[in-house]
């Protein structure tokens, strides 16, 4: 099962895509545990790591203990199922060592947390944070690495899966790599896992001597048409079938549009459709298609771009708007750059409106070269910079429509040399 799901995830991440330098599994007996047992090494060297007879309350869904203050009626808020009273013999970390220095470092911002509302989420878990459970028994738990020198024990999860963190570069054989690379600008974790990331995680490097992440971003949870997705509900959205169905850069730009990064959002095929006809369909598609059909019939094709036409208001426009597409990007609010993206996509629109450039192909033919150079410049940072890291192909369909290269060193005298295509996006009825 565990090799299907790591298959899967590196079929999705194709499909869709996303590059990636490198992917790691926790099962990797060569590159992974081996950095997971000179950590644990290291824990119990500095006294941080003593085993004790416990008895408590145990969620399958979290793989942790829990707290029976924790319980809504009797069963897990998130999981919706009734805790295990498990008594067994386990190793525990001294989380209590560290959690102040932690709370430290969190209100001073050397460990940022966003967004603030998972910061202070944070902070109060950590008032009430106890010492946690880091193994169970083989004989409840064979799936797993075995705790050094105590064959009667396995490494629970966030012993084991946390510090994939610091394996995947190699930390216990490559330590020029491992500085290199760490510490690590941001560590991207779903809420439900942010005690496990940002309190367990952060205490285990400073016990071990490393240095913190410098950042942690919280995402919240896609729901599907306002319920949260459950195998029992069923209404699991598989990603394959809407990729296949949508393409990938649609399914990409609904949920990095549509979804805010730092909260909770929701998915149906009739929200992904509206989206689709009114920002990708009447809005970038519709854009390029005028442009291209406006130098396509009344210029041979050929636009030879000159930046001393380029409109003022408009140069402004683009810096303004890169500004804020820039500072999205760098508080991980990716739908709020997106948002700036098609900013620009109204303003070329409007721009076109504005200035008629069918009719002044017939009535004034500089004029209209200046308009078709500017809304190139338009079209060109978008494709070439703005939208690229979001939509990728569609960027490159773009690029391709308008003859130009994905790096154009000299702007100035290019001549882009426009190529018949189909519409960008065609539009779509949603079936009723």
């Known amino acids: 099962m565990a090799d299907e799901v790591a298959n899967q995830a590196q079929e999705l991440v194709k499909i869709l895509n996303i590059s990636n330098n490198d992917f790691i599994r926790t099962s990797d007996q060569k590159r992974h545990w081996p950095s997971v047992i000179k950590v644990w090494n290291k824990l119990l060297e500095n006294g941080d790591l003593y085993k004790k007879e416990y008895e408590g309350l145990y969620c399958v869904g979290h793989e942790s203990f829990i707290k029976k203050s924790d319980l809504v009626d009797g069963v897990c808020p998130l999981h919706k199922t009734k805790p295990e009273t498990v008594k067994e013999e386990n190793w525990f970390f001294k989380l209590t060592n560290y959690k102040n220095e932690i709370k430290n470092k969190i209100e001073s911002g050397e460990l940022e947390i966003k967004p603030e509302s998972k910061k202070n989420e944070l902070l109060n878990l950590l008032g009430d944070a106890e010492d946690v459970s880091f193994s169970r028994p083989a004989s409840k738990l064979k799936w797993g690495i075995p705790v050094p020198n105590d064959p009667e024990s396995t490494l629970y999860v966030w012993a084991d899966a946390l510090t994939n963190y610091i394996s995947a570069l190699d930390y216990a054989s490559d330590e020029k790599k491992f ?178 450039p069918w009719a002044l192909a017939k009535e004034d033919k500089a004029e209209f070269l200046t308009v078709m ?53 065609p539009r779509l009825i949603a079936k009723s």
């Open 373 to 425: 150079t500017n809304a190139v410049f338009l079209i060109y940072t978008l494709s070439n910079f703005l939208l690229d890291p979001f939509v990728p192909e569609t960027a490159r369909k773009i690029r391709e429509v308008f003859g130009a290269e994905e790096k154009i060193s000299q702007i100035d005298g290019y001549k882009f040399i426009i190529k018949k295509t189909t519409p960008l996006f």
């Open 179 to 356: 500085n290199e690379y760490w510490p690590a600008d941001v560590h991207l974790v779903g809420k439900d896992i942010l005690r496990f990331h940002a309190m367990i995680w952060p205490a285990m490097l400073l016990s071990v001597g490393l240095k913190l992440p410098k950042s942690i971003f919280v995402h919240g949870f896609i729901n599907v048409d306002g319920q949260k997705m459950s195998k029992t509900v069923g209404n699991v959205i598989d990603p394959f079938k809407i990729i296949e169905k949508y393409g990938a850069d649609v399914v990409r730009y609904f949920l990095l549009r549509e979804i805010p990064s730092d909260q909770d959002g929701d998915f149906s095929e009739e929200k992904l459709i509206a989206r689709y006809n009114g920002d990708l369909a009447n809005g970038l598609g519709n854009l390029v298609s005028r442009v291209a059909t406006l130098i396509e019939n009344n210029m041979d094709s050929e636009l030879i771009y000159s930046s001393s036409v380029i409109d003022e208001e408009l140069k402004k426009a683009v810096v303004r708007i890169k500004e804020k597409y820039g500072r999205a990007i760098d508080n991980f609010l990716l739908h709020e750059a997106l948002a700036s993206v098609w900013e620009l996509i109204s303003i070329a629109n409007v721009y076109i409106n504005d200035h008629k």
